[in-house]
Nanobody
Framework: QLQLVESGGGSVQPGGSLRLSCAVSGGSVDDYAIGWFRRAPGDERWGVSCISQSGGWRGTADAVQGRATISKDKVKNIVFLQIDPMTPDDTAVYYC????????????????WGQGTPVTVSS
């Protein structure tokens, strides 16, 4: 059973940066497309970014285009999402999920989910 654990969330001021981690166990990040999603207060969960098994495809949503970078450490089996600079609109609970492929910036199908890590961007 694949398990995903997010970390790195917290509070940050507008203009600051944050790097989120998605630690994968029970499988390899090379075997799954890994996607980041977020759910803002009162909103649905939306895709943010996706990285393919090989790392050759990296899709990013328009809302974070030019500010977000997805990457992975194959040795440590971790997928990262960095957003810089952050804005109050980035306030959300961030989740990672594992799937079979990236369709743009969304991993499909979302077979496994982490528990989420909250991020608050406020001055």
């Amino acid at each position: 059973q694949l398990q995903l654990v997010e970390s790195g969330g917290g509070s940050v001021q507008p203009g600051g940066s944050l790097r989120l981690s998605c630690a994968v166990s029970g499988g390899s990040v090379d075997d799954y497309a890994i996607g980041w999603f977020r759910r803002a207060p009162g909103d649905e969960r939306w895709g943010v970014s996706c990285i393919s098994q090989s790392g050759g495809w990296r899709g990013t949503a328009d809302a974070v285009q030019g500010r977000a970078t997805i990457s992975k450490d194959k040795v440590k089996n971790i997928v990262f999402l960095q957003i810089d600079p952050m804005t109050p609109d980035d306030t959300a609970v961030y989740y990672c999920a594992a799937g079979e492929y990236c369709s743009g910036y969304v991993a499909y199908p979302q077979q496994y989910w982490g528990q989420g890590t909250p991020v608050t961007v406020s001055s």
